[in-house]
């Protein structure tokens, strides 16, 4: 395990022990899910509240200007504590050794109370709130990454089970998580840090809070053009301008992943040729037997996901127009309803395919700089464009939602993301069947074989999709605007 395939993961390898290798498989993910719940916690009830102005209420009451910073905070923390809470229910439960368990319980729990940090001074620093969560994902997935880039550059022990990080993990919240070594050394001082760090960024955020007026930020909002250019004559111009930004981070993201795809996928396989229970873990991820495929469907979920995101990400904007009245502007000057809500679909699908796209080049470029075959970028290119359908089926599902259930449907959108996801990347570890698996639509996408191409469930994921589009855009104009 320990090898730069560890980036695969993005686990610091601490033997071979099965509860060591389920700590090293899945204590970066349960890390990661728990900072971006935090962050998006604080950034939701502090800016997001502020630009709506419930905090205006609240602070022309008893109860102050510094009551919901404060509240924030403390929602924040106990969040972190029950999410800790559970996982360590969770690890027991299945027989892992408690204080191996209570330490993967701490990791979280403390990764959350600093990305509740990192959100809360954000939402300070930035203007709004889509500027602050944006600035607050990067910061989870930078140090997401510098975690797993000095776990891949560090020393492996003489027998390859274990991985001394590099300094670079140690600049990370990650990092200090996953150097406690649950289930090996149990080591708890490394998690000193996070509390240290927590401690730091509520103060900070405590001290921005008191020097800045209510409505302003210490980043000034960046004053747009006084006339719109010709080509921005359009609804669907005004949608690609405002989902600009967002969508280039999501095409990054992917460019990415495949980059690590093609790079990290060979080592995968060469790994799995000496450790059957390598090899069994990769084909239950990836659902495919192919030695050349194993690792690399494993990114291509991931690019999948990222995606569906972006996509997601996308179609939700109509829905945060509309609450915030730049829908009801835009209605009005003789655009219907079908057409506004058909140029968001339009647009997550194109940011969804982009994705993809980069995914698939950046795969490219990364087996060609290693003297790759064509084998392997062909197989990129299918497992990528497998994940295209599954992607818009999320739009489809968001635009669906924004109709039917306009109050809640960021909520659920987001949740059937992050479950769908969840079930794919993980649902062979858990042991959850092959049919709940293949549930998720990220698993359901054709793959490389072998022998050629597995279509899998394309058609029906194909068709639900469609489906989905025109009973939103056919029901959009029977209701009023929800505000």
């Known amino acids: 395990m320990a090898n730069p395939v560890v980036l695969l993961f993005r686990g610091l390898p601490s033997g071979a022990g099965e509860a060591q290798m389920v700590a090293f498989l899945l204590l970066p993910w349960l890390l990661l899910l728990v900072a971006l719940m935090c962050s998006f916690l604080a950034v939701r ?41 559970v996982v ?60 797993g880039a000095g776990n891949a550059l560090g020393t492996p022990s003489a027998d390859l089970t274990r991985m001394t990080s ?45 020097r800045r007026d209510l409505g302003a930020s210490f980043v000034p909002p960046r004053t747009g053009r006084a006339a719109a250019r010709p080509g921005f004559a359009t609804h669907l111009a005004l949608t690609v301008r405002q989902s600009r930004a967002a969508g280039i981070g999501w095409i990054v993201a992917g460019l990415l992943v495949g980059i690590l795809s093609t790079s990290l996928a060979g080592v995968a396989s060469r790994i799995g040729e000496g450790n059957p229970a390598v090899t069994s873990l990769l084909q239950a991820l990836s659902g495919t037997s192919a030695d050349l495929s194993r690792g690399l469907i494993v990114f291509f979920v991931m690019l999948g996901i990222f995606a569906a995101c972006a996509a997601t990400q996308t179609v939700l904007r109509a829905r945060q127009d509309e609450t915030q009245g730049t829908a009801e502007l835009v209605l009005g000057g003789g655009l219907t309803r079908t057409r506004w809500l058909a140029d968001h679909v339009v647009v997550a699908a194109a940011c969804a395919v982009l994705t993809i796209a980069a995914g698939i080049a950046g795969a490219a470029a990364g087996a060609l700089s290693g003297g790759t075959d064509a084998d392997l970028i062909r197989a990129a290119a299918v497992a990528g464009a497998g994940q295209i359908v599954p992607a818009c089926l999320f739009a489809a599902w968001a635009a669906v939602l924004v109709v039917a259930l306009p109050r809640t449907a960021i909520a659920l959108a987001w949740a059937l993301v992050a479950v769908a996801a969840v079930i794919a990347l993980f649902g062979p570890l858990f042991g959850l069947s092959t049919a709940v698996v293949n549930a998720s639509p990220f698993a359901s996408g054709p793959v490389p074989t072998g022998e050629g191409v597995d279509p899998r469930g394309i058609v029906p994921l194909l068709v639900v999709a469609a489906v989905g589009v025109a009973a939103a855009l056919g029901g959009i104009h029977r209701r009023e605007l929800v505000a």
């Open 166 to 210: 590099s300094a670079l993990a140690w600049f990370s919240p990650f990092g200090w998580a996953e150097n406690t070594r649950p289930f090996d050394t149990d080591d708890a001082w490394p998690l000193a840090a996070s509390v240290l760090a927590t401690l730091v960024l509520l103060g900070g955020a405590a001290l921005l809070h008191a």
């Open 45 to 85: 009830h502090t800016r997001g509240d502020e630009e709506e102005g419930r905090l205006e209420l609240v602070s022309a009451t008893a109860a102050g200007r510094t009551a919901p910073l404060v509240a924030t905070a403390l929602h924040g923390v106990g969040a972190s504590i029950v999410a800790g809470a």
């Open 88 to 147: 360590a229910v969770i690890f027991v439960a299945s027989g892992a050794p408690p204080v191996g368990a209570a330490l993967i319980a701490a990791g979280c729990t403390l990764a959350g109370t600093v990305f509740l940090g990192v959100g809360l001074v954000s939402a300070e620093l930035m203007p709004t709130s889509r500027a602050a969560n944006a600035l607050a994902v990067w910061l989870v997935v930078g140090t997401f990454v510098l975690a």
